[in-house]
Structures are given as structure tokens and as C-alpha cells.
């Protein structure tokens, strides 16, 4: 189990491209195995979630070509090239053995749905932080479409028994795009239309995917619909940067005093960048330069200057638009000026740790004044943060955040069990380092 030592007090500066996004590299995947030819993703994210989901369709008989090149800074990832020959939405097979899902609750719940719709039972397992995480909100819904689960109490490992399933609307209690992409995509396999509702609106990635793969999709305010038995057709994707790792570095550049940075090619789909408005609001000193579109998400560059922040009440409908960034959120939190109260943030605390648990601990460890609410916390403000000994809880963003956070104290701060960065953000530590030499 490894750990990493944060010591540097200098500030951030120069320019990096934060790794290919995570949700979008695992939805490529699943549309391209699905669809009927050979589809191209460009700037893949290599890392343990996404290929998770390239290794769980290679066990059901998908042909998948993973092409690594030599990458500029050699502390960085080396971009890659997926080649998919897509099976068409009936072509896979029975998998030998079960499913390995690995840490990656995106892979199980989407894979849940392309296996209701399959002729066969497959058995999804994984690691400890993912068979404690809940499925019940997946086999819901896709067990009233005619799937049979067999599962521990709605704990991994899943077995799922596919068949002919009937299309449903459904109202979802959470707002979790992996609930509305599981159904959607189990909706591919009905005759007739399904559709989710949303209590607010999460990441829409996979509607976007689905409606230019030809799948007939409809919006209606926080309400999807799609038709099922298209034929979806293959496609050439490149993947933008993950805003969800961007955070990390946009609110290191932000605190540590003397930062200046540019992120770029960072998707900025507005259901993700929650966090851009809340620091924004708090007082941040952030630009987007050069925004555009590619393949069908927008995309910028973003720069980034030490600023002086304040605190701030976040709940409602920015919520979703931020799950993601709550740990590195609160760390910003910590040292801006006042108090930040977070509320009807329940989620945070069936994440690949309870993030609300976990962040409320180890920030106080380093003398920050925190109080767990039971659907997010208060963060008392302006702190004078002190080096601790950290634990990750097994959770990549509780790492990066508090390696974040280490970079605010006198002194060394050590992290332990950082392997999980792996899962979405492999050269973390590295980039942190070339940008404080910089
Ligand atoms: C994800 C959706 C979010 C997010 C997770 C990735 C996705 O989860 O927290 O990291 O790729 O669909 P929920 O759908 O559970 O909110």
C-alpha cells in the first residue's frame, strides 16, 4: 500500500491537461461495444475504473484494441486509442466467470442495464469499497422491466438473469446519472419507450452519446425518454479532459498563494461544473479561454489565480452539478474567509467512501473546525491548517484532496494508501510536483 509525503510550499504555475474524462471514457466503451461496426476513442482515460469496463466487455466477447502513444511530459499519461468492433446490441456473449468491476460503481450499475436486456446470467463482483456500495437503486427499477437479481441484501456481488424486458417510466428518488444511464440503456432492449425522471438533473453524457450513436432520445426538463431497438451505429470520439480531476488543481491554484495555471481541454459540461460557479461566488478568480465543442461536449480552457475566497451556502440543484468535487470543495472551504454549509448532500456518504465522514475527520486532524450534518457539513473558515497523518479511506478524491490540503500546512503531511489515485488519476503526484518547480 503505498503513501505520499506533501512538503513543497511553493506556488503552482504553468500549464497542464488533467487526465480523459472518467464517466465519458466508460460510456464510449459501453456504446461502442453495443454498436454495429468499428468506432475509434481518442484520449481514452487508461486507468483502473474505465478499463474495468473495457476488461468487462472483452469477458463478453468484444473485440477491443487498446493503442498506448509516448506522451509530451513523461511524468503524464500517454494518450490512448481505443478500437472497438461492436457487437451490435444483441452480439454478446455469456462471460466465463463473473464480472470484475474493480472500484468502479459506474461500471456494475451501467453494465447492470446492458445485462437485463441479455439472454443470460452474469455475476458482477468487486472491490470492498464497491460490494458496500448500494444496488438496490439499480435493481429497482430494472427488475420492474423483467431482470432477476440475486444479490447480498443489494450488495455486490449482483447476479444478474437478463430476458425479454417491457418498457417503464420511472421516478427516481436520487439523482445519479448511473441510475438514469442503467435504464436507459436497459431501455434499448424493450419494444416501446422508457423513461427516468430525475429529481434534479445529473450528467448527461450518456444522452448525448446515445442520441449521436441514433438512438431516439428525448429531453424534457429533468425527464429522458428513448425509444427502444435502435441500431446504434459506431462513431470516432475524443475524449476532453475530466473537469472532476481539474478540481483538484483548480483549487490548489487557487489557495496556494502566488498559483497561476492553465487546465487544458477540460469539459465543461454545465451538469458537471458545479464547482466553477460555487468558487466563482465565493470569490475565485477563474477564467474559461477558448471554449468549444468537441465531439458533442463543450470544452475549455481554464485558467486559474490565487485569490482570496469566502464561505458559502450550497445545496438544491448545485448539488449534482458538483458530487463529484465535495472533498476538494471543502478543502477550499477551509481556508477561505466565514463558514460554508453544505446541505442535501445525503450521496456523499454512499461514494466510494463516506465523503462526508471522511472529510469531516481529516480535516480536523489538521486543526480545521468541521460538523457532520447528515446530509452534508459545515466548514468553519479561515483556517490555519497543521500537518496530520491522513488517511485515503481507499478513496481517490479523498486523497487528492487532502494532498491538496497538505499543501496549505507548515510542515510534512503524510497521506496513506494512495494506490486508489490509480482509478482515475494516474501521474497526480507528479504533475503536483513539475507544477511547484515550474
Ligand atoms: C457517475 C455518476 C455519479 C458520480 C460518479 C460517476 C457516472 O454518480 O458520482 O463518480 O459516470 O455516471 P451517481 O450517478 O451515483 O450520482
Redesign the pocket.
Known amino acids: 500500500m503505498s503513501q505520499i509525503s506533501i512538503k513543497h510550499k511553493n506556488p503552482l504555475r504553468g500549464e497542464l491537461t488533467p487526465p480523459p474524462d472518467?464517466?465519458i471514457s466508460?460510456r464510449a466503451v459501453i456504446l461502442a461495444s453495443l454498436a454495429e461496426g468499428r468506432s475509434v476513442i481518442r484520449n481514452f482515460l487508461y486507468a483502473e475504473d474505465p478499463l474495468s469496463t473495457v476488461g468487462a466487455f472483452r469477458q463478453m466477447g468484444v473485440e477491443i484494441e487498446v493503442r498506448r502513444q509516448n506522451s509530451e511530459h513523461k511524468e503524464e499519461m500517454s494518450p490512448t486509442e481505443i478500437l472497438i468492433n461492436g457487437n451490435g446490441l444483441s452480439g454478446l456473449k455469456n462471460p466465463e466467470g463473473p464480472i470484475d468491476c474493480g472500484n468502479s460503481?459506474?461500471t456494475m450499475?451501467l453494465l447492470c442495464g446492458v445485462l437485463a436486456g441479455q439472454p443470460f446470467s452474469a455475476t458482477l463482483k468487486g472491490d470492498a469499497s464497491l460490494s458496500r456500495r448500494p444496488m438496490k437503486r439499480v435493481i429497482g427499477p430494472l427488475a420492474q422491466m423483467g431482470a432477476v437479481f440475486k444479490s447480498d441484501n443489494g450488495n455486490p456481488p449482483l447476479t444478474v438473469t437478463g430476458g425479454q424486458l417491457k418498457p417503464i417510466s420511472y421516478k427516481s428518488p436520487?439523482?445519479?446519472?448511473?441510475?438514469k444511464?442503467a435504464i436507459l440503456l436497459a431501455g434499448l432492449y424493450c419494444d416501446g419507450i422508457t423513461s427516468v425522471l430525475e429529481p434534479e438533473k445529473?450528467?448527461d453524457?450518456s444522452e448525448r452519446m446515445l442520441r449521436a450513436s441514433g438512438a431516439d432520445i428525448k429531453i424534457d426538463g429533468l425527464s429522458v425518454s428513448i425509444k427502444g431497438r435502435a441500431v446504434l451505429r459506431p462513431f470516432d470520439l475524443t475524449v476532453p479532459a475530466d473537469f472532476?480531476s481539474a478540481a483538484f488543481f483548480i483549487v490548489a491554484g487557487l489557495i496556494v498563494p502566488g498559483s497561476e495555471i492553465l487546465l487544458k481541454n477540460v469539459g465543461i459540461n454545465p451538469t458537471r461544473t458545479g464547482l466553477l460557479e460555487v468558487l466563482q461566488s465565493m470569490g475565485a478568480d477563474i477564467r474559461l479561454e477558448n471554449t468549444r465543442e468537441v465531439s458533442g461536449e463543450p470544452v475549455a480552457d481554464i485558467f486559474v489565480r490565487h485569490s482570496s475566497l469566502t464561505g458559502i451556502e450550497i445545496g438544491g440543484d448545485m448539488v449534482?452539478k458538483s458530487?463529484?468535487e465535495f472533498p476538494i470543495l471543502c478543502v477550499a472551504s477551509a481556508v477561505a474567509e466565514g463558514k460554508t454549509k453544505i446541505t442535501g448532500a445525503k450521496?456523499l456518504r454512499v461514494?466510494e467512501s463516506d465523503r462526508i465522514a471522511a472529510m469531516a475527520a481529516e480535516l480536523s486532524k489538521m486543526g480545521v473546525r468541521t460538523e457532520e450534518l447528515e446530509d452534508g457539513l459545515i466548514i468553519g473558515g479561515k483556517e490555519k491548517l497543521g500537518p496530520a497523518a491522513i488517511k485515503s479511506y481507499g478513496d481517490h478524491r479523498i486523497a487528492m484532496s487532502m494532498a491538496i490540503a497538505g499543501l496549505m500546512t507548515d510542515g510534512e503531511t503524510i497521506i496513506s494508501d494512495t494506490d486508489c489515485i490509480n482509478t482515475s488519476f494516474p501521474g497526480f503526484i507528479e504533475i503536483l510536483d513539475r507544477l511547484q518547480k515550474s
Open positions: 472518467k464517466s466508460h460503481g459506474t450499475r436520487v439523482a445519479s446519472a448511473q441510475v444511464s445529473s450528467r453524457h472532476s449534482p458530487i463529484d450521496e461514494k
